[in-house]
């Protein structure tokens, strides 16, 4: 295959779970959601070319967000089995469309009974799941670092940053909001990413995010391409529908916008990834070189204070259920200790 192809960042509306009834209910419309989304694939496909190789779809496309459920209640009806229907659904639709596609959706783990993870999985054109990457980083929802040394036992640290080396460039998943956090993209870039796929659901404006401004950045700094999903809209709840709608996009490592979506439903962030001249441009020396000139044990060493501490739901070596309240407290205890070490003041 040429290291140059396609990419599609795909703008679709997310039909809410959260109305629904029960989980046999919530299942049924998630089947739907993805059905209709690889109608809109197989559709953008016929349009763009046959060179379309990737496509990224937005943040818990198919089912939402919470919206005040339980953990447990959530786990139980708005997750993806790792195993499950959904994921088998998905990898026919790669496969029939012969795309890598990148799926976020919440994820029950049967070495988490009652948890759930948001997980960022890339099934390849034959419709395996190739890499699975978990959110480290949420306010409201678990993450690996609340179970981190089972975590880290059952997956690894390669599990928690993972790389897939694939005929397409090395791929790596950032989730949502954790755009905003360059050590998130630093740790898969000096792991070899070369494609940072961005599933999210983020307002949209006509005037500049921090989210937008932190794609172009993320590329910059890691000498990577940035092919970021947006939602277009999500309906079924009360929210406004196109308050998490548009700006969907594809940028290069120089931080050039190669494609944006407008508002809507749109296949129109799609763009021509050059994975071979990246790597020229990876090897070429300079002050724009920066993985090859980053200090990185110097930085290491100046982040090491955490205010943040690992294992907050793990008792004895088992784990226990969060309620929503209790990442409020989490939160205002990690301020707290942040000025105990007089990184914030009154």
Not at 3 to 32: P, S, W
Not at 49 to 55: P, R, S
Not at 163 to 168: D, E, G, I, Q
């Amino acid at each position: 295959m040429s290291m140059a192809y396609r990419a599609l960042a795909l703008q679709t509306t997310c039909h809410a779970v959260n109305g629904c009834a029960d989980a046999g209910q919530a299942q049924a419309l998630m089947a739907r959601n993805i059905e209709r989304v690889g109608r809109q694939i197989r559709a953008s496909k016929a349009f763009i070319g046959a060179d379309l190789k990737l496509v990224v779809l937005p943040e818990y496309f198919a089912s939402s967000y919470p919206l005040g459920d339980t953990i447990e209640g959530w786990a139980a009806k708005g997750s993806f089995a790792m195993d499950g229907a959904e994921y088998e659904q998905l990898g026919r639709i790669a496969q029939d469309n012969g795309v890598y596609l990148v799926s976020n959706a919440y994820e029950r783990d049967p070495h988490f009974p009652g948890l759930y993870f948001q997980s960022q999985v890339v099934l390849d054109d034959s419709g395996n799941q190739i890499l699975r990457y978990r959110r480290l980083i949420s306010l409201y929802a678990p993450s690996p670092h609340d179970v981190w040394d089972r975590y880290l036992d059952i997956y690894g640290i390669d599990g928690v940053f993972p790389v897939a080396r694939t005929p397409l460039g090395n791929l790596a998943c950032i989730a949502s909001e954790e755009i905003l956090y360059p050590e998130i993209a630093r740790a898969h870039g000096l792991r070899g990413a070369e494609v940072l796929l961005h599933c999210t659901s983020e307002v949209g404006s006509p005037e500049l995010t921090p989210k937008d401004i932190a794609k172009r950045a993320r590329a910059i700094e890691n000498i990577a391409y940035v092919v970021s999903a947006n939602t277009a809209g999500i309906s079924g709840v009360d929210m406004p529908l196109g308050s998490a709608d548009g700006m969907s996009k594809i940028v290069d490592d120089q931080g050039r916008v190669l494609a944006c979506a407008g508002t809507g439903e749109s296949m129109a962030a799609s763009a021509e990834l050059d994975i071979a001249g990246l790597r020229r441009r990876r090897q070429r020396p300079g002050m724009g070189n920066f993985l090859s000139r980053l200090p990185n044990a110097a930085v290491a060493a100046g982040v090491a204070p955490a205010a943040l501490a690992p294992n907050q739901l793990l008792q004895g070596g088992t784990h226990t259920i969060p309620q929503r309240a209790d990442f409020a407290a989490r939160q205002q205890a990690s301020i707290a200790a942040l000025k105990s070490l007089g990184v914030l003041h009154d």
